[in-house]
């Protein structure tokens, strides 16, 4: 099976076993929202707990905030996003369907891109190249398609730097490019559209004060910079993380929990002293895309990206982007923000918001170094990295295709499941003790129903890492059968080891230390 088929078996996957359902689903749900079920919620706190431990527990000069959703309306005119969060959005004549100008035009070069690595490794397995060989480096950036995707790329950078949309429109009709849906060439004009979701504060039309739900996490950290600064007696560099809720209105919501309307960030503020931001750019860069990969994302499903066009406030910024199944795609964005931030809402607000340096006895706006991460976003390459289907041998002497989440362990929403062999004589009894002694320490689950196999099969299906057997033996030694999810290897081991040989690969210690 190719990894580019595997996206809809995840969408049925998730739903299946309660990881992700559609939000308010027997009203027929509610367009790209959706709901953590039992397993989801459980992946989904272990992604945070990591991500937490990395940036706040691992680094003294980083401390964790959680600010409310609902902000007073000037810090959005202070950021910006009044006036320019928007997304340019076209509208195709004949569906009637709403685009974003510029994903259409990126996913065209990205067909491009795709169809030059298919080629070149058409060619290298003909030539019998080695990935990655001089040849076939050569090979791909130098065929037909390649050379197409340059040239096309090179024309979106300068519609992009023009700021004038009706060259985004002029590039769709060059490019030839259709609706998706339709395959009309009938495009209206491209638009800006606001992404900030609108709401009021106060009971009376009136009165009532128009407030927006934050369409980013940063800017709490931003307004509580000095609350956090004096009250931690922190120095410059320091960081303020956190994780939280982000809405945004957007129009080309697709692809599952890739992009939603609801969802989450984890993001963390780093305050430095202006001049040092690409010193920290690096560091970050670099820590940040470590971090996935110790969770266990492919080393070769990830890459940076160079943003082609800076934002006004950025003085660097590239994306760590994850090979999702339907491509690569941004999963977090590491931005050098200048003191751009703090400055509007000193403007703003009257208020100052600067650093003392006790070296140079100087009062100064920090520069801020940002890394910010999709939580959904994180959980969905977890998933599309760990989902596979493999043939093993069944209990027939046949063999049969087991659905297995190869999830890291500390990500597994069960670390360990604990089987009576039946539910008879005494087993139960055991099992239940087994749990009561690890449950204070892992998320453990007891299961009693159906075969052995098939109970492997379910926990495969989950990724739970450790299954353990009571059987009647049990009863006369003391040691259960303990199966590990990958290998699918069993030792028999004392009940009084079990513990230890389950801590071997639950150890935050070896993963972040
Ligand atoms: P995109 O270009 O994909 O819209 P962005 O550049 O607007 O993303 P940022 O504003 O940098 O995203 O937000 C930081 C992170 O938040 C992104 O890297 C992504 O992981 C996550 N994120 C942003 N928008 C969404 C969304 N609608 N749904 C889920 N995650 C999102």
């Known amino acids: 099976m190719n990894y580019d088929e595997i996206f809809p078996k995840i969408i049925s996957h998730a739903k299946e076993y309660g990881f992700i359902f559609q939000s308010s689903e027997i009203y027929d749900g509610l367009g790209a929202v959706y709901d953590y079920g039992q397993l989801g919620v459980e992946l989904k706190r272990n992604i945070m707990t990591a991500w937490w431990k990395a940036m706040v527990q691992m680094h003294e000069n980083i401390v964790g905030l959680d600010s409310a959703i609902l902000m007073h309306p000037t810090v959005w005119k202070a950021s910006g996003h009044v006036d320019a969060f928007n997304d340019p959005l076209i509208d195709n004549k004949d569906s009637k369907k709403r685009y974003r100008a510029d994903v259409l035009l990126e996913d065209h070069i990205a067909k491009f891109e795709a169809k030059s690595l298919k ?33 096309a790329q090179a024309k979106y950078e300068e519609a992009l730097n023009t700021e004038d949309l009706t060259k985004l429109r002029d590039l769709i009709i060059e490019f030839g490019i259709v609706d998706p849906v339709s395959g009309s060439k009938n495009w209206a004009d491209v638009r800006q559209f606001n992404l900030m979701f609108k709401t009021q504060l106060g ?168 890394t910010s991460v999709g939580l959904d976003r994180t959980f969905l390459a977890h998933m599309s990295n760990a989902y596979q289907e493999e043939e093993v041998p069944n209990a027939k002497g046949g063999m049969e295709t087991r659905v297995v989440l190869k999830l890291h362990p500390l990500l597994a929403p069960y670390k360990v499941a604990v089987f009576p062999l039946v539910k008879k004589d005494g087993l139960q009894e055991i099992s239940r003790q087994i749990i009561d002694e690890l449950k204070l320490d892992y998320s453990v689950m007891y299961d009693e129903k159906d075969s052995v196999g098939r109970r492997y099969r379910r926990h495969d299906a989950i990724g739970t890492p450790y299954c353990v057997t009571v059987d009647y033996e049990t009863k006369d030694d003391n040691c259960v059968t303990i199966r590990e999810r990958d290998s699918m290897e069993q030792v028999r081991v004392p009940i009084s080891s079990l513990r230890e040989q389950i801590s071997k690969r639950l150890s935050w210690r070896e993963l972040l230390g």
């Open 203 to 370: 009971a009376t039309a009136d009165t009532a004060l128009d407030l927006y739900l934050r369409p980013e996490t940063a800017q709490g950290i931003f307004v509580n910079y000095l609350n956090v600064q004096k009250t931690s007696r922190m120095k410059l560099p320091f960081g303020i993380a956190q994780i939280g809720k982000a809405f945004r209105n957007e129009i080309v919501a697709r692809q599952f929990i890739f992009r939603m309307r609801e969802f989450e960030q984890m993001e963390m503020q780093y305050f430095i002293k202006p001049g040092t931001q690409m010193e920290w750019f690096e560091y970050w860069k670099n820590y940040r895309v470590k971090w996935h990969k110790t969770l266990g994302l492919s080393e070769d499903r990830l890459q940076f990206h160079v943003h082609e066009k800076l934002a006004h406030y950025a003085d660097a910024a590239e994306d760590i982007q994850f090979q999702f199944p339907f491509g690569f795609k941004e999963l977090e964005g590491i931005h050098s923000r200048t003191d751009f931030d703090l400055n509007q809402h000193q403007e703003y607000s009257n208020k100052k918001l600067q650093f003392f340096d006790p070296e140079t006895r100087e009062s100064y706006v920090p520069y801020v170094l940002e």
């Open 119 to 151: 080629d070149t490794q058409k060619r290298a397995r003909k030539e019998g190249w080695e990935a990655g060989s001089e040849e076939f480096e050569k090979y791909l950036k130098n065929n037909r398609n390649a050379v197409k995707a340059r040239e």
